[in-house]
């Protein structure tokens, strides 16, 4: 099964007062980290960002089709640019995720449209595998002006796996995404 991965870097950072995917964490880039831990699982890396300057990781880069919509059209566009059908999506702001941890997503997909997981209750929607199959209901809710991407995961067929504390295989720092400078401090070594 061919697989790729969208990287979401198009977000405003307003929080961080600027762009956080490029922001130096432990040594690299934020997106390089997450860049790293992709590498090994897709067959293909893109980034969806309007800030040309992630073309230095040597990834194809693409501008939001429909600008100014949030995760909902940085999907939408990843998921227009991809070139399989099962997709890897993550934010640029989560450097903590693995491998093994995508792979359980991966394993979980099968029969849905999309995977994603809940840790302790909070779900984390920009952390899944997603099916080119949902374009045209990503589509649909952009058009209606209805940008909460739950709504459009729970209008098809979808999953999400919980995950607590009491899961002894799962680090809970996989699901920090950092967007402030004080959590960029806190998990600087």
Same mark, same amino acid.
């Given at each position: 099964m061919q $697989? =790729? =991965?969208?990287?979401?870097?198009g977000?405003?950072?307003s929080?961080m007062?600027e762009d956080?995917g490029?922001l130096?964490?432990?040594g690299?880039p934020?997106?390089g980290? $997450?860049i !790293?831990?992709l590498?090994?699982? =897709?067959?293909? *890396?893109?980034?969806v960002? !309007?800030n #040309?300057a992630?073309q /230095?990781?040597g990834l194809p880069v693409?501008?939001?089709?429909? %600008?100014n919509?949030?995760p909902?059209?940085?999907?939408y ?6 070139? +399989?059908?099962? @997709?890897?999506v993550i934010? &640029?702001?989560? %450097?903590?995720?693995t ?6 997503l991966?394993?979980?997909? &099968?029969?849905?449209? $999309? +995977? ?6 909070r779900?984390? %929607? ?9 374009t045209p209901?990503?589509?649909?809710q *952009?058009?209606? @002006? #209805? ?6 995961i729970?209008?098809?067929?979808h999953?999400?796996i ?8 799962i680090d %809970? *720092? *996989?699901?920090s995404?950092? !967007?402030? /400078? /004080?959590e960029l401090?806190?998990? /600087?070594?």
């Amino acid at each position: 099964m061919q $697989v =790729a =991965a969208i990287i979401l870097a198009g977000g405003n950072s307003s929080r961080m007062g600027e762009d956080k995917g490029l922001l130096e964490l432990n040594g690299s880039p934020m997106i390089g980290h $997450v860049i !790293n831990t992709l590498k090994d699982i =897709a067959d293909d *890396i893109l980034i969806v960002s !309007n800030n #040309e300057a992630y073309q /230095q990781f040597g990834l194809p880069v693409y501008s939001d089709i429909i %600008p100014n919509k949030g995760p909902i059209g940085g999907i939408y566009t990843g998921l227009v640019k991809s070139n +399989t059908e099962v @997709n890897i999506v993550i934010s &640029c702001d989560s %450097p903590f995720m693995t491998t093994s941890f995508i792979n359980k997503l991966l394993a979980h997909s &099968c029969a849905q449209e $999309v +995977t994603i997981s809940s840790y302790n209750g909070r779900v984390h %929607p920009t952390i899944g595998i997603y099916n080119q199959s949902i374009t045209p209901t990503l589509k649909q809710q *952009i058009d209606n @002006n #209805e940008f909460k991407l739950m709504s459009t995961i729970e209008k098809v067929r979808h999953q999400i796996i919980p995950f607590s504390s009491t899961d002894e295989a799962i680090d %809970p *720092i *996989i699901f920090s995404n950092i !967007n402030t /400078q /004080q959590e960029l401090l806190k998990y /600087q070594k």
